[in-house]
Protein backbone atom coordinates (compact mmCIF):
# COMPACT_ATOMS: atom_id res chain seq x y z
CA UNK A 1 0.00 0.00 0.00
CA UNK A 2 1.42 3.60 -1.02
CA UNK A 3 2.06 6.10 1.85
CA UNK A 4 -0.04 9.25 1.50
CA UNK A 5 1.83 11.73 0.63
CA UNK A 6 0.42 14.95 2.98
CA UNK A 7 1.23 18.45 1.04
CA UNK A 8 0.49 21.36 3.45
CA UNK A 9 -0.35 25.00 2.35
CA UNK A 10 0.73 27.53 4.46
CA UNK A 11 -3.21 28.59 3.90
CA UNK A 12 -6.57 27.04 3.96
CA UNK A 13 -9.39 28.12 2.70
CA UNK A 14 -12.86 26.36 5.00
CA UNK A 15 -14.94 24.18 2.96
CA UNK A 16 -18.11 25.91 4.68
CA UNK A 17 -17.01 29.65 5.44
CA UNK A 18 -14.95 30.17 2.55
CA UNK A 19 -12.22 32.27 4.48
CA UNK A 20 -8.98 31.78 4.21
CA UNK A 21 -6.93 30.75 7.44
CA UNK A 22 -3.00 29.80 8.28
CA UNK A 23 -2.56 25.96 8.73
CA UNK A 24 -2.25 24.75 12.14
CA UNK A 25 -3.38 23.81 15.33
CA UNK A 26 -5.67 26.59 16.50
CA UNK A 27 -7.65 26.33 13.26
CA UNK A 28 -7.84 23.19 11.87
CA UNK A 29 -8.07 19.44 13.26
CA UNK A 30 -5.76 16.93 11.85
CA UNK A 31 -7.63 13.79 10.34
CA UNK A 32 -7.41 10.04 9.21
CA UNK A 33 -9.19 10.63 6.20
CA UNK A 34 -7.51 8.77 3.34
CA UNK A 35 -9.78 10.88 0.82
CA UNK A 36 -7.57 14.12 1.66
CA UNK A 37 -4.42 14.36 1.01
CA UNK A 38 -3.77 17.66 3.58
CA UNK A 39 -2.83 16.62 7.32
CA UNK A 40 -5.28 19.08 8.38
CA UNK A 41 -9.25 19.00 7.55
CA UNK A 42 -10.26 21.68 5.14
CA UNK A 43 -13.16 22.44 7.45
CA UNK A 44 -12.14 25.07 10.12
CA UNK A 45 -12.64 24.63 13.61
CA UNK A 46 -15.11 27.62 14.17
CA UNK A 47 -17.40 26.01 11.20
CA UNK A 48 -17.56 22.79 13.24
CA UNK A 49 -18.08 24.31 16.45
CA UNK A 50 -21.19 26.10 15.31
CA UNK A 51 -22.01 22.88 13.34
CA UNK A 52 -22.79 21.40 16.96
CA UNK A 53 -25.39 23.90 18.04
CA UNK A 54 -28.48 23.40 17.75
CA UNK A 55 -30.96 20.59 19.04
CA UNK A 56 -29.52 18.47 21.77
CA UNK A 57 -31.59 15.48 20.85
CA UNK A 58 -29.81 15.65 17.83
CA UNK A 59 -26.19 16.84 18.71
CA UNK A 60 -24.35 13.20 19.33
CA UNK A 61 -25.51 11.99 15.41
CA UNK A 62 -23.50 15.83 14.25
CA UNK A 63 -20.47 14.96 16.86
CA UNK A 64 -20.36 11.14 14.83
CA UNK A 65 -20.72 12.93 11.67
CA UNK A 66 -18.05 15.51 12.14
CA UNK A 67 -15.80 12.07 13.47
CA UNK A 68 -16.52 10.23 10.15
CA UNK A 69 -15.29 12.85 8.42
CA UNK A 70 -11.93 13.14 10.18
CA UNK A 71 -11.60 9.52 10.40
CA UNK A 72 -11.45 9.22 13.82
CA UNK A 73 -13.00 7.14 15.97
CA UNK A 74 -16.54 7.43 18.53
CA UNK A 75 -15.83 5.62 21.62
CA UNK A 76 -18.72 6.28 24.01
CA UNK A 77 -17.09 5.79 27.24
CA UNK A 78 -14.16 8.81 26.27
CA UNK A 79 -17.00 10.86 25.55
CA UNK A 80 -18.93 10.12 28.98
CA UNK A 81 -15.84 10.30 31.04
CA UNK A 82 -14.66 14.27 29.27
CA UNK A 83 -18.56 15.11 30.45
CA UNK A 84 -19.58 15.48 26.47
CA UNK A 85 -16.73 18.12 25.98
CA UNK A 86 -16.17 18.03 21.90
CA UNK A 87 -12.51 20.07 22.96
CA UNK A 88 -11.44 17.47 25.62
CA UNK A 89 -12.56 14.52 23.26
CA UNK A 90 -10.82 15.44 19.87
CA UNK A 91 -7.89 15.94 21.88
CA UNK A 92 -7.42 12.88 24.08
CA UNK A 93 -8.59 10.72 21.02
CA UNK A 94 -6.11 12.37 18.76
CA UNK A 95 -3.05 11.75 21.15
CA UNK A 96 -3.82 8.57 22.56
CA UNK A 97 -5.60 6.81 19.92
CA UNK A 98 -4.63 8.11 16.75
CA UNK A 99 -4.12 5.50 14.87
CA UNK A 100 -7.64 4.48 14.88
CA UNK A 101 -10.54 4.90 12.95
CA UNK A 102 -13.85 5.13 12.75
CA UNK A 103 -14.09 1.64 11.95
CA UNK A 104 -13.08 1.19 15.31
CA UNK A 105 -15.93 3.06 17.26
CA UNK A 106 -17.14 1.89 20.32
CA UNK A 107 -20.81 1.92 20.25
CA UNK A 108 -21.96 -0.84 22.55
CA UNK A 109 -21.92 1.60 25.69
CA UNK A 110 -24.18 4.06 23.88
CA UNK A 111 -26.61 5.68 26.80
CA UNK A 112 -30.45 4.79 24.70
CA UNK A 113 -32.51 7.58 26.33
CA UNK A 114 -35.68 6.68 24.09
CA UNK A 115 -35.11 3.00 25.66
CA UNK A 116 -35.01 4.10 28.61
CA UNK A 117 -38.38 6.22 27.76
CA UNK A 118 -40.08 3.38 26.20
CA UNK A 119 -39.57 1.33 29.27
CA UNK A 120 -41.34 3.86 31.16
CA UNK A 121 -43.98 4.60 29.19
CA UNK A 122 -43.61 8.18 28.46
CA UNK A 123 -40.86 9.68 25.60
CA UNK A 124 -39.20 13.35 26.32
CA UNK A 125 -38.71 13.70 23.01
CA UNK A 126 -41.55 12.81 21.70
CA UNK A 127 -43.68 14.30 24.73
CA UNK A 128 -46.13 11.77 24.50
CA UNK A 129 -46.33 7.72 25.95
CA UNK A 130 -45.81 5.78 22.49
CA UNK A 131 -44.42 1.70 21.91
CA UNK A 132 -40.72 1.22 20.62
CA UNK A 133 -42.06 0.81 17.07
CA UNK A 134 -44.03 3.94 17.60
CA UNK A 135 -40.34 5.74 18.48
CA UNK A 136 -38.75 3.94 15.74
CA UNK A 137 -41.41 5.48 13.11
CA UNK A 138 -41.43 8.67 14.29
CA UNK A 139 -36.98 8.86 14.30
CA UNK A 140 -37.52 7.57 10.81
CA UNK A 141 -40.03 10.39 9.65
CA UNK A 142 -38.30 13.21 11.25
CA UNK A 143 -34.94 11.51 9.99
CA UNK A 144 -36.82 11.70 6.05
CA UNK A 145 -37.77 15.48 7.14
CA UNK A 146 -34.52 16.41 8.22
CA UNK A 147 -33.14 15.07 4.49
CA UNK A 148 -35.88 16.68 2.58
CA UNK A 149 -36.65 19.98 3.80
CA UNK A 150 -34.06 22.46 5.38
CA UNK A 151 -35.14 22.24 9.12
CA UNK A 152 -33.12 25.01 10.01
CA UNK A 153 -34.78 26.91 13.33
CA UNK A 154 -36.58 25.62 16.65
CA UNK A 155 -39.94 26.41 14.52
CA UNK A 156 -39.35 23.67 11.63
CA UNK A 157 -38.03 21.68 14.12
CA UNK A 158 -41.28 21.98 15.91
CA UNK A 159 -43.81 21.48 12.71
CA UNK A 160 -41.31 18.16 11.97
CA UNK A 161 -41.98 16.40 15.20
CA UNK A 162 -45.99 17.20 14.84
CA UNK A 163 -46.04 16.42 10.83
CA UNK A 164 -43.99 13.65 12.12
CA UNK A 165 -46.65 12.64 15.19
CA UNK A 166 -49.56 13.60 12.67
CA UNK A 167 -48.17 10.76 10.26
CA UNK A 168 -48.18 7.95 12.47
CA UNK A 169 -51.82 9.03 13.76
CA UNK A 170 -53.04 9.22 10.30
CA UNK A 171 -51.53 5.84 9.39
CA UNK A 172 -52.90 4.13 12.48
CA UNK A 173 -56.46 5.51 11.44
CA UNK A 174 -55.84 4.13 7.93
CA UNK A 175 -55.41 0.74 9.42
CA UNK A 176 -58.59 1.03 11.72
CA UNK A 177 -60.29 1.96 8.33
CA UNK A 178 -58.95 -1.23 6.73
CA UNK A 179 -60.09 -3.38 9.39
CA UNK A 180 -63.47 -1.99 8.97
CA UNK A 181 -63.87 -0.82 12.18
CA UNK A 182 -66.93 1.40 12.80
CA UNK A 183 -66.30 5.43 12.61
CA UNK A 184 -62.55 4.63 11.37
CA UNK A 185 -63.40 6.81 7.90
CA UNK A 186 -64.30 9.62 9.68
CA UNK A 187 -61.23 9.58 11.84
CA UNK A 188 -58.92 8.99 8.81
CA UNK A 189 -60.42 12.11 7.22
CA UNK A 190 -60.33 14.19 10.27
CA UNK A 191 -56.57 12.63 10.75
CA UNK A 192 -55.61 13.70 6.94
CA UNK A 193 -56.62 17.22 7.07
CA UNK A 194 -54.38 17.68 10.59
CA UNK A 195 -51.80 16.55 8.65
CA UNK A 196 -52.21 18.56 5.13
CA UNK A 197 -52.60 21.55 7.44
CA UNK A 198 -48.98 21.28 9.09
CA UNK A 199 -47.55 20.49 6.59
CA UNK A 200 -48.70 23.53 4.76
CA UNK A 201 -48.34 25.81 7.53
CA UNK A 202 -44.64 24.56 7.90
CA UNK A 203 -43.41 25.98 4.62
CA UNK A 204 -40.51 24.02 4.37
CA UNK A 205 -38.01 24.70 1.64
CA UNK A 206 -36.67 22.07 0.32
CA UNK A 207 -33.21 21.07 1.00
CA UNK A 208 -30.20 20.57 -1.43
CA UNK A 209 -30.10 17.25 -0.06
CA UNK A 210 -32.89 15.94 -1.78
CA UNK A 211 -32.23 16.87 -5.29
CA UNK A 212 -29.31 14.57 -7.22
CA UNK A 213 -26.82 17.83 -7.26
CA UNK A 214 -23.50 17.12 -7.85
CA UNK A 215 -22.90 20.62 -9.31
CA UNK A 216 -20.48 23.00 -6.49
CA UNK A 217 -20.23 19.83 -4.24
CA UNK A 218 -17.49 17.78 -2.51
CA UNK A 219 -18.26 14.83 -4.98
CA UNK A 220 -15.79 17.48 -7.44
CA UNK A 221 -12.92 17.19 -4.59
CA UNK A 222 -13.40 13.03 -4.22
CA UNK A 223 -13.16 12.73 -8.08
CA UNK A 224 -10.08 14.46 -7.81
CA UNK A 225 -8.71 12.64 -4.99
CA UNK A 226 -9.45 8.88 -5.89
CA UNK A 227 -7.64 10.04 -8.83
CA UNK A 228 -4.92 10.82 -7.59
CA UNK A 229 -3.75 12.92 -4.41
CA UNK A 230 -5.85 15.59 -2.78
CA UNK A 231 -4.37 19.07 -4.51
CA UNK A 232 -6.19 21.81 -2.05
CA UNK A 233 -7.61 24.88 -4.48
CA UNK A 234 -10.46 26.78 -3.44
CA UNK A 235 -13.80 25.38 -4.35
CA UNK A 236 -16.82 27.65 -3.96
CA UNK A 237 -20.09 26.05 -2.47
CA UNK A 238 -24.03 27.21 -2.51
CA UNK A 239 -24.85 23.94 -0.12
CA UNK A 240 -24.41 24.31 3.75
CA UNK A 241 -22.42 22.60 5.72
CA UNK A 242 -24.49 19.54 6.81
CA UNK A 243 -25.24 19.44 2.91
CA UNK A 244 -21.67 18.65 2.32
CA UNK A 245 -20.73 16.89 5.04
CA UNK A 246 -23.78 14.37 3.46
CA UNK A 247 -22.15 14.28 0.28
CA UNK A 248 -18.64 13.64 1.40
CA UNK A 249 -19.61 10.97 3.87
CA UNK A 250 -21.25 8.80 1.28
CA UNK A 251 -17.73 8.42 -0.36
CA UNK A 252 -15.58 8.27 3.11
CA UNK A 253 -17.83 5.34 3.53
CA UNK A 254 -16.95 4.00 -0.12
CA UNK A 255 -13.04 4.14 1.47
CA UNK A 256 -12.74 2.86 4.17
Same mark, same amino acid.
Given at each position: ?????????????????????????????????????????????????????????????????????????????????????????? +??? =? /???? $? &?????? @??????? #?????????????????????????????????????????????????????????????????????????????????????????????????? +??? =? /???? $? &?????? @??????? #????????????????????????
Amino acid at each position: MTERVLKEPEYMTCLNCDTSRKVGTATYYEHNNPLVGTKYYPLCKKCIKQFFTGDEDTKQQRIKTILQQLNRPWIVDKWIYFKEDWGQYI +KHI =A /SFHG $S &KTFLDS @EFSGDHN #QEEDDCESGFSEKWRGKYSIDDINFLNGYLDGLMNDFKIINTSHLDYAKKISKASLHMDKCFEEMQNGESGADKKYETSKKIFDDLSKSANFAESSRS +KDN =A /SGSL $S &KIVDTV @ENGTYVY #QHVPFEQDLYDRLLENQKHVEKSL
